[in-house]
Protein backbone atom coordinates (compact mmCIF):
# COMPACT_ATOMS: atom_id res chain seq x y z
CA UNK A 1 0.00 0.00 0.00
CA UNK A 2 1.03 3.81 -0.66
CA UNK A 3 -0.81 6.48 1.13
CA UNK A 4 -0.79 9.46 -0.13
CA UNK A 5 -1.78 12.88 1.59
CA UNK A 6 -1.90 16.34 -0.68
CA UNK A 7 -1.66 19.49 0.78
CA UNK A 8 -1.40 23.03 -0.55
CA UNK A 9 -4.64 23.98 -1.56
CA UNK A 10 -7.15 26.85 -0.73
CA UNK A 11 -8.27 30.22 -2.08
CA UNK A 12 -6.65 32.03 -4.82
CA UNK A 13 -7.36 35.24 -6.95
CA UNK A 14 -7.39 34.69 -10.37
CA UNK A 15 -3.88 35.09 -11.64
CA UNK A 16 -2.43 34.12 -8.74
CA UNK A 17 -0.15 31.21 -7.97
CA UNK A 18 -0.71 27.79 -5.43
CA UNK A 19 1.62 24.91 -4.87
CA UNK A 20 0.34 21.63 -4.23
CA UNK A 21 2.22 19.00 -2.51
CA UNK A 22 1.74 15.51 -2.26
CA UNK A 23 3.60 13.16 -0.01
CA UNK A 24 3.97 9.48 -0.33
CA UNK A 25 4.40 6.87 2.97
CA UNK A 26 3.85 3.23 3.47
CA UNK A 27 5.40 0.76 0.46
CA UNK A 28 8.06 2.17 -1.27
CA UNK A 29 7.64 5.32 -3.83
CA UNK A 30 10.23 4.44 -5.63
CA UNK A 31 9.17 3.17 -9.42
CA UNK A 32 5.83 4.87 -8.96
CA UNK A 33 4.53 7.06 -12.00
CA UNK A 34 2.44 10.09 -9.98
CA UNK A 35 -0.14 12.06 -11.16
CA UNK A 36 -2.61 15.18 -10.73
CA UNK A 37 -6.42 14.98 -11.80
CA UNK A 38 -8.80 17.42 -10.91
CA UNK A 39 -12.94 17.44 -10.29
CA UNK A 40 -14.90 20.09 -10.49
CA UNK A 41 -18.39 19.98 -8.78
CA UNK A 42 -20.74 18.06 -10.98
CA UNK A 43 -18.04 17.28 -13.58
CA UNK A 44 -15.76 13.80 -13.88
CA UNK A 45 -12.93 13.64 -12.71
CA UNK A 46 -10.64 14.72 -15.23
CA UNK A 47 -6.10 14.35 -15.77
CA UNK A 48 -3.79 17.51 -15.27
CA UNK A 49 -0.42 15.93 -15.15
CA UNK A 50 1.60 12.79 -14.97
CA UNK A 51 5.45 12.55 -14.28
CA UNK A 52 7.49 9.34 -14.76
CA UNK A 53 9.60 7.67 -11.96
CA UNK A 54 12.69 9.76 -12.98
CA UNK A 55 10.98 12.80 -13.64
CA UNK A 56 12.30 12.83 -17.41
CA UNK A 57 8.70 12.75 -18.80
CA UNK A 58 6.00 14.56 -18.18
CA UNK A 59 2.58 15.57 -20.09
CA UNK A 60 -0.19 18.00 -19.38
CA UNK A 61 -3.76 18.58 -19.83
CA UNK A 62 -4.33 21.56 -22.80
CA UNK A 63 -6.31 23.38 -20.13
CA UNK A 64 -3.06 23.78 -18.22
CA UNK A 65 0.32 23.68 -20.64
CA UNK A 66 2.11 26.69 -19.94
CA UNK A 67 0.78 27.60 -17.04
CA UNK A 68 1.17 24.14 -14.35
CA UNK A 69 4.35 22.04 -13.31
CA UNK A 70 4.61 18.88 -11.98
CA UNK A 71 7.86 17.72 -10.10
CA UNK A 72 8.90 15.33 -7.72
CA UNK A 73 11.49 14.63 -5.35
CA UNK A 74 11.90 11.06 -4.70
CA UNK A 75 14.21 11.23 -1.82
CA UNK A 76 11.64 13.13 -0.05
CA UNK A 77 8.96 10.86 -1.48
CA UNK A 78 6.91 14.27 -2.63
CA UNK A 79 5.32 15.47 -5.89
CA UNK A 80 4.66 19.06 -6.22
CA UNK A 81 1.94 20.91 -9.10
CA UNK A 82 2.98 24.01 -9.21
CA UNK A 83 0.57 26.39 -10.05
CA UNK A 84 0.62 29.66 -11.76
CA UNK A 85 -1.76 32.86 -13.60
CA UNK A 86 -4.97 30.29 -11.93
CA UNK A 87 -8.27 31.02 -13.43
CA UNK A 88 -11.34 30.64 -12.15
CA UNK A 89 -12.13 27.04 -14.08
CA UNK A 90 -9.37 25.83 -12.11
CA UNK A 91 -11.56 25.60 -9.15
CA UNK A 92 -11.63 21.94 -8.05
CA UNK A 93 -10.40 19.11 -6.10
CA UNK A 94 -7.35 17.93 -6.62
CA UNK A 95 -6.21 14.57 -6.26
CA UNK A 96 -2.52 13.25 -6.29
CA UNK A 97 -2.03 9.09 -7.97
CA UNK A 98 0.36 6.70 -8.10
CA UNK A 99 0.72 4.30 -10.96
CA UNK A 100 2.41 1.57 -11.96
CA UNK A 101 3.00 3.30 -15.59
CA UNK A 102 2.20 6.89 -16.76
CA UNK A 103 -1.19 7.48 -18.00
CA UNK A 104 -3.92 9.81 -18.40
CA UNK A 105 -6.90 7.80 -16.93
CA UNK A 106 -7.91 7.35 -13.65
CA UNK A 107 -8.32 3.79 -13.82
CA UNK A 108 -4.59 3.55 -14.47
CA UNK A 109 -3.94 4.58 -10.97
CA UNK A 110 -3.65 2.23 -7.83
CA UNK A 111 -3.15 4.36 -5.68
CA UNK A 112 -5.29 8.00 -4.56
CA UNK A 113 -5.34 10.97 -2.14
CA UNK A 114 -7.70 12.13 -0.21
CA UNK A 115 -7.96 15.70 -1.93
CA UNK A 116 -7.38 19.06 -1.62
CA UNK A 117 -10.10 22.02 -2.72
CA UNK A 118 -8.48 24.74 -4.83
CA UNK A 119 -10.75 28.17 -4.82
CA UNK A 120 -10.11 30.47 -7.71
CA UNK A 121 -11.87 33.74 -7.67
CA UNK A 122 -12.37 36.44 -10.00
Known amino acids: QVQLVESGGGLVQAGGSLRLSCAAS????????MGWFRQAPGKEREFVAF????????MYADSVKGRFTISRDNAKNTEYLQMNNVKPEDTAIYYC???????????????WGQGTQVTVSS
Open 97 to 111: AAAAVTSRLPRGYDY
Open 26 to 33: GRTFRGYA
Open 51 to 58: ISWSGDKT
